[in-house]
């Protein structure tokens, strides 16, 4: 029962339905003292959002924000930060076609199996917009993590099995894309997320390794299939020799030069030991543990489901029908899904980083000095 | 902070170093009443041994394991089922040269980084042996799951990024690992898993998406670098006419035919209506839940990172060293990795059918009847 | 961090400030199919306003409740019950007086400590308000309760030291309360809370017993200082032989009598056997499972702590000051803490209803019959 | 299921029942760097051991504790810490004239109606026994609280009524309960706990109150029937002018003075100030954070339910019997319940410690400084 709820120590519990009232998000477990408005949520609202070039859809959202409870001027308080989105086109629309429909590639047989029964209205609590909510908790702790000097960075790497990391890559997808859209059909694609300034040894050895919960947190948005941490599939095809990320001691320099001829030969007396991998194939995380490169990891989208091209299904009534879904379908789900993966990633990172607090003994007399 | 514990409602929770007096599993939430023996264990146990075949290392283990606690003349109780191995070399070798070296592939650094200091023996927590605990914890799932006629194996099925599922690529793959190991390296490996017989609408839609929890149980196998659900990665890059699924209705024969005429023609008015899919791109799981078809997870794993073959790390003092593992390492970890998959799949599984039982109103009257 | 929800099963996750935009709650793991309107939760909302008598404040105070998520078409769907009500005079008031005191007796201090600041409008998270979102969340819990013929009913039982469960008792309370409210003072009193027709076998043995998850429930809300179980305080001064409740052997009638002549003698031949404790000690709650029989639990609550009589304290400042608490407090909580006590044993119970779904290989079948 | 996991950032999980091979416990959380050994657990299994004076069974129980993991060269390595004592009577016993019977003030009846049957072997998993592995547990959490300088200390404050704080109680008491073992009877009685030295802040407002997560802690150990904090019950029946704790700004010496002079007048410019409670009704937690205070709960325990006095009661086959519970059992717990009070209040105490280290921005900054 349940699994509206992410994260154990900055945890966010979601809610909403496409065409309810409202959707929303409250976290619990975000830090007092963070600098807090509206502002820091919406430039993650809009890069969601619909309507922001031809390969995706034209639908007019305002998607505005309010929150409600956590927030006292301008910071956080430590309290539970609770925010809704109001659905404004609820009412809008005649869902009785879909209604009994299970649409090919969706949620709405597993629904109906699970409760007897389902809000059919637009995708319901399957939705794409499901992820408002997991973005305006992610944007939260996106700030969080600004403040610590880490930095999460989704982007779009391939669309329709086209590398778009360069500009000819781009053009060719989005031909790809457009003529895709023309056949009333879509195309996958990847979104590939970067960390970057990780602490070392964040994540806990065993089940809840990083990258085990990385796992959880990107499989857990709609359409993806696959997760690749660093080399991913790669790894699987090479060998130890290859695939080991090795160590290196480096001299770094000294913090605090004692004086200016330090200054001029930085590591000689004033520097210190630093260790750093010499090759990133395991993006950034060994054992489960961040090791200090940059973490990379990787999504697979499948198609949008929703496609205007007639394809064979059943109703609950049990008869084999033939379907068009109409409406206006993102081709590909990537582009706006990509700041999706980003936030997921944000919130999975900060709750490791929460977690590790009380892994050592001088961290806790660091917090609790006995005076 | 732990995170040793996995599931929700059947959990477990593993304890134990390489080379500590004994590593253990306490699982809690077994439904009472299951008939188990040690020997319901013992055949997993066997599976993940080494020295089974020319891949694998030579070693001998016992790995006996004993029950402390939760069974009562053949059944389970309903409380906690403590399992124990105790590891019979563990004083036997000596681990100082080992003992302040970040080995490339390993947790070292990150345990290093984590605690200040780290069990140098053997890979202390993060080595293989830890997945004995789960391999136990996995044979009692997979008793439960067996009651109810589900069904969960993995398999081995590409080594060396070779297919092995069938007789020609086996007998390449085990040429490869050979030469391989001549070279004193290590090769990488899948292993899939499949569960037939499932019931429908398991899984929770949101973030505990079926999907999602599969995910993170098998990244958290050590070398796991990547996870894919049914068609994964290759989904991404197909259209969306040819990746859904579509459903379809069917008349199953009715169970309890009136009379010998309804035998003859048993859909004739006998029968009722089911679905199916029509095809299986998702891998048995849409929008997070179970739609009857075959779960389909496959992991990839990294190749063996312990190898002799001499290769570049740094030591905690600083020192850039050369440095090559000594001892019986399996070449490739797929073999016995296995096993694990399955009894973390199995895991998972259970879990999310007893986290839907509360799914529905009409499930709590049946249990707690208003008589 | 976080500590804003509760329950495992029946999840309610609650935020908000008494002087923000609104409060709310939102209950994951609300079976599916219950019917639900917000009218089942008004009678709940009304139970705690203010302004009921004399002995309450006479503030005016809508708090309508609007359901924002989980409710399709009249019935819970499943997913996340999301709701919230508005505070409507949040910029009414001048809160600089206290904004910088430690009131006796409140939580401002511990706020100031914990998080180095606090929302000082009206106690904030603190507030009385904040058991809005509770009675919300526990009125869905009765429903689902109701449903299965379970009551959970609270009463007040005592005022200042009087048991108020006679006319006697009401009228000497009453003009007890009235003479303190002119002296600018308060008191305490005491709420007991029953359960009734509990499906026996409730409540997991060791740390989630019954009670223990009861006495977690009751004690979370503001005012309460201590919790018994049936006798509890008075066990502690009693002897086993007083204290013990003895089972007995009964035969119910048969449910579908065979015959007319099985309805004259019931017990003949069709009845079955039962067991009854012969006396209630323990409270309905043995070794932390329900026994059969009528659970009581009671909470002792102390006097409001906003006085208007002066009292010495600090201020953040550090200087001692006198302070008068101004406003409509209420001279005594427990009239309206009442429906509180009764709302956060509703969620408990029905906690560990869900969670007991698991218990038996038998419950198990019954839901997944492996046909 | 379950419920045998107590702690959500210092989680013991146990295991084991009185005449099964093993009890244990499996400490996950616990900070590495801590010294730790088998010396530093036995004092505590020595104070719940039987046996010490004629007040408690003369039983003798070796109960040697063997830690099996987490523990490298004498310090905790962050990894789980599991630890077992063996049952070295386990077969010695005839069980079977009780295996059918529902002891009055058992848990007997529970385990039957819950599980639909029951490890009848001395109590299985409701025996007094299961507290060995809570006192093994909060060991390690006194001893990680001690390095903090916070102490929890429990002590026996009343038997069969009569209050043993005084010299002249304690006789008064011992003469008692020598009466009522006489008589094949038993007596209950209270045990308080202080916890002195504690930070301030620490709990989580709403349903994690510091005082709700202690109740729930000690209502969990078996015959607890009532839980004070505080002046608890008396509170409810004082009026809010005499219960409320008011603040005073104190002025603290300088910690580290100027100059010789400065400790002539420590006060005088390098004093600080300090907040302190000028009285203590509250027992150190207000608003379910602690306010620096000294931290008082008491636990009211029935009297042992097992007595030689004969008593009404049915068995599993619906025949009404008479009991006469034979063996050596205490006449009263809470000599031996003292030790698992301090035990649970120590676990509690300490993973409100690990939650609180989330709680503010600068807390963060300081453990992981961007630099």
């Given amino acids: ?48 959002r619909p309507g ?39 009412h809008s629309k005649d869902y009785s076609e879909l209604a009994h429909v299970f649409r090919p590639g969706h ?12 809000d059919y209205r637009g995708g319901g609590r399957s939705s794409g917009r499901e992820t408002l909510a997991r973005v305006a ?32 890559g781009r053009e060719a997808a989005e031909e790809k894309v457009l003529e895709v859209k023309e056949e009333q059909d879509s195309v996958g694609g990847v979104v590939t997320c970067f960390v ?31 997760v690749e941490i660093g080399d991913g599939v790669k790894a699987s095809k090479s060998r130890g020799s290859e695939d080991n990320d090795g160590f290196e001691a480096v001299l770094l320099p000294d ?8 200054d001029e030969d930085p590591y000689q007396d004033g520097g210190y030991e630093a260790f750093e991998v010499t090759s ?23 198609p949008t489901p929703s496609i205007a091209k007639p394809q064979k299904t059943a109703n609950e009534n049990g008869d084999n029908i033939t379907l068009s879904i109409k ?14 993966v980003e936030c997921m990633v944000a919130i999975t990172i900060l709750d490791a980083l929460l977690e590790n607090m009380g892994a050592r003994m001088d961290y806790l007399k660091e917090i609790y000095p006995n005076e």
């Fill in 327 to 340: 409406g206006r379908h993102d081709p590909t789900v990537v582009e706006r899904a990509n700041v999706v």
């Fill in 255 to 262: 913090e605090e030069p004692d004086s200016a001829e330090d």
């Fill in 1 to 48: 029962m349940a699994g509206n709820t992410f994260g154990k120590f900055f945890k966010i519990t979601t809610f909403g339905e496409s065409h309810g009232p409202a959707l929303g998000v409250v976290i619990d477990g975000c830090p007092a003292g963070l600098p807090l408005s509206v502002e820091d949520i919406r430039p993650y609202m809009e890069r969601r």
């Fill in 107 to 118: 949620a709405d047989y597993g629904f109906y199996q699970k409760y007897g029964f389902r």
């Fill in 52 to 90: 922001q070039n031809a390969r995706t859809t034209a639908r007019k959202e305002a998607d505005e924000v309010e929150i409600l409870s956590g927030v006292f001027e301008g910071k956080t308080t430590g309290t539970p930060i609770a925010m809704i989105v109001r659905n404004t086109d609820q």
């Fill in 280 to 302: 990133n194939h395991a993006g950034g995380i060994l054992g489960g543990m961040s090791d200090g490169a940059e973490i990379v990891i990787r999504a697979y989208f499948k």
């Fill in 137 to 168: 908790g992610g944007a939260v702790a996106q700030k969080v993590l600004s403040e610590l000097g880490i930095t999460v960075d989704a982007e779009v790497t391939e669309i329709a099995g086209i590398d778009v990391t360069t500009e000819a």
């Fill in 196 to 226: 970057n300034n990780m602490p070392t040894g964040i994540g806990e050895p065993v089940f809840d390794k990083l990258d085990a919960r990385l796992s959880q947190a990107v499989m857990s948005i709609g359409a993806v299939k696959a």
